[in-house]
């Protein structure tokens, strides 16, 4: 692929990345994180045509609020610096998911990040040419809710990387402007979206196993058919989903499987 005019520590760094997936939702607390981690996690344990695993890394650029370390359980983790660059947090011995967020830079869990546009942009910058990620299947980008700096800042770092994304909304969030918002941000920066999660769908009783719709259902489907864009599925409210990495598989399974029928080994998504 033609680079031209991008950053070049950045091709240096993702020149060996096959696939780049940014997860968005109009509006925070819609369980964009949630999906992302399981998204990571069910992709990087599953293999690839050839019969080795599949290779995944995860980026957190929600910098206001970085959740993706505590849900694969990493909290107190901290990224090493070597010669070559920032070493990301692997979440298992075989390496298959390596994990960057700006939560490992901050000395407690409960500091916050109060930057401004610049600086923001500076650490998003800094992000793409400096973490050490090696040979990638995916690159899965945490963004932060709505559409703000960061994610006009990532585009125009990745242009020529042709990335695509996944958006995540609830029934409740639905209809709201947030959404039609990402969306609008979508088409007009050309980004493709690969299809529409909708989390928080229902929840189903452990006891009884019925399934009930607190806030309704339905409503991201018939999203997706009236913006013309791909359902990817829908995931039940889950308590024991914060536990992700021991029990919620599944989910995730059955929306890279759904993935998987748009077909997204080795670049494919960018045709
Ligand atoms: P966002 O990234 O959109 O702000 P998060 O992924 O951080 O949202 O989710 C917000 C909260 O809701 C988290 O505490 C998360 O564990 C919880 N959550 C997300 N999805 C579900 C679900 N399907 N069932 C139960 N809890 C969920």
Known sequence: ASHLGADPKIVRRLSSVSNIIL?????????????????????????H??????????????????????????????????????????????????????????RSRNDSVVWRGPKKNAMIKQFLGDVRWGQL?????????????????????????????????????????DNLRSLDFCRKTSLPLLGLVENMSGYICPHCKDCTNVWGKGGGEALAKREGLHFLGRIPIDPGLVRVLDDAKEDAQQIVSQLGETSLEDGAIHK
């Open 23 to 47: 997860v968005l939702s109009g509006k925070g607390g819609v369980g964009k994180s949630s999906v992302s981690a399981q998204l990571a996690l069910s992709l990087s344990s599953s293999t």
């Open 49 to 106: 045509s050839s019969g080795r695993p599949i290779r995944v890394g995860i980026l957190d650029i929600d910098l206001t609020g970085p959740s993706i370390p505590r849900m694969l359980g990493l909290d107190g983790a901290t990224v090493k610096q070597s010669t070559d660059g920032w070493v990301p947090v692997y979440t298992d011995t075989t390496q298959s998911l390596a994990v960057m967020s700006v939560g490992f830079l901050l």
């Open 137 to 177: 299947d995916y690159l899965i980008i945490d963004t932060p809710p709505g559409t703000s700096d960061e994610h006009i800042s990532i585009l125009e770092y990745l242009r020529t990387f042709n990335p695509a994304a996944v958006m995540v909304t609830t029934p409740q969030a639905v209809s709201l402007a």
